[in-house]
């Protein structure tokens, strides 16, 4: 078992920046990829970013350029910079983490490809 744990989320303004930080504890040697996905009311998840064991990234396309997923060494934490918010932006953000390893889909962006998550956070970004 895996546990996750997130923190940073809160009320920005746009054009703000929110750092998150997911903490993940248990078995996390079988880990290789850990992401961060995002659901606002009324829409389905959405895969935002992710990382590999390797250092590979993968973003949405609405986030490249404004956020920056990152992993600290020991790989227990994985971050997500946002820059540049926009109101658009709101919403519950998730962390994730799973066991895939495929080398024709490095990075899956359906939810289910993920075993574990955490309990969510509020990020709300205000016009």
């Known amino acids: 078992q895996v546990q996750l744990v997130e923190s940073g989320g809160g009320l920005v303004q746009a054009g703000g920046s929110l750092r998150l930080s997911c903490a993940a504890s248990?078995?996390?040697?079988?880990?290789?990829?850990m992401g961060w996905y995002r659901q606002a009311p009324g829409k389905q998840r959405e895969l935002v970013a992710a990382?590999?064991?390797?250092?590979?990234?993968q973003y949405a396309d609405s986030v490249k350029g404004r956020f920056t997923i990152s992993r600290d060494n020991a790989k227990t934490t994985v971050y997500l910079q946002m820059n540049s918010l926009k109101p658009e932006d709101t919403a519950v953000y998730y962390c994730a983490a799973s066991s895939w390893r495929s080398p024709l889909v490095p990075v899956p962006k359906e939810p289910r490809a993920y075993d574990y998550w955490g309990q969510g956070t509020q990020v709300t970004c205000s016009s």
């Open positions: 248990g078995n996390i040697a079988s880990i290789n990829i």
């Open positions: 990382i590999t064991s390797g250092g590979s990234t």
